[in-house]
């Protein structure tokens, strides 16, 4: 069956960085779209990045220019790397496989059909 474990997590101060990681089994990743989403304290969850079959890319305005999406098909991993990490960037993260190969309302929760049970991302001012 289809699994989408997070990793990478952890406490670091504004400014830093972290990578984050998504191990798929029961699939391949590159056969579908992924996304990175975001849930902080009291807000709904939030799509981050996705990266479609042939490795194009979508971001929230918000981590633009920060956070890189990739993928490693052979590994079958899901990557995030999170630069220039903010307060505001502290979450549970999430990732997800869309229902599609293309990327379409990729905002949108109820695209993806399987998500991983997160992992916490802190980062103190």
């Known amino acids: 069956q289809v699994q989408l474990v997070e990793s990478g997590g952890g406490a670091v101060q504004a400014g830093g960085s972290l990578r984050l990681s998504c191990v798929a089994s029961g699939y391949n990743v590159s056969t579908y779209c992924m996304g990175w989403f975001r849930q902080a304290p009291g807000k709904d969850r939030e799509g981050v990045a996705v990266?479609?079959?042939?490795?194009?890319?979508k971001y929230a305005e918000s981590v633009q220019g920060r956070f890189t999406i990739s993928k490693d098909n052979a590994a079958n991993t899901l990557y995030l790397q999170m630069n220039r990490l903010k307060p505001e960037d502290t979450a549970v993260y999430y990732c997800?496989?869309?229902?599609?190969?293309?990327?379409?309302?990729?905002?949108?929760?109820?695209?993806?059909?399987?998500w991983g049970q997160g992992t916490q991302v802190t980062v103190s001012s």
């Open positions: 990266i479609d079959t042939v490795g194009h890319t």
């Open positions: 997800a496989r869309h229902r599609l190969t293309v990327c379409v309302t990729w905002e949108e929760e109820d695209v993806y059909g399987y």
